[in-house]
């Protein structure tokens, strides 16, 4: 059974204090406590979160795959009237335009 280890860390920058609390249940990887979401690589070495930096890597991977493929089962076929109204101000009419994310094309 693993045990949660939860702690807080601080990054000073300049005159300012930030203090964010992580925790992890395999002493590899660990997760913002206000969101439960794998702590950025970047982050951890500025607050020193000791990681393991491959562990932690994949785990970053893994939630963004999972958040992804949520988002793109959450996308509607085709977008509502305001947004193909929005998006023929802003491109124009008869435009091409590609959800980056999803792959999808509509035209304006």
């Known amino acids: 059974m693993a045990i949660r280890i939860t702690r807080e860390f601080i990054k000073i920058d300049g005159r300012t204090t930030f203090r964010s ?11 913002w406590e206000s969101n439960d979401r794998p702590c950025p690589i970047d982050a951890c070495r500025e607050y ?4 393991n ?6 785990a970053i991977d893994a939630h963004l795959d999972a958040f992804l493929t949520a988002y793109r089962a959450a996308q ?33």
Do not use: H
């Open 48 to 51: 020193g979160i000791p990681i």
């Open 21 to 31: 609390t992580a925790y992890t249940d395999d002493g590899k990887v660990w997760l």
């Open 76 to 108: 509607p076929a085709t977008p509502s009237p305001e947004e193909q109204y929005e998006m023929r101000a802003a491109f124009g009419p008869g435009k091409q335009i590609v959800d980056v994310i999803t792959g999808r094309k509509w035209t304006t």
């Open 53 to 58: 930096p491959a562990a932690q890597k994949a």
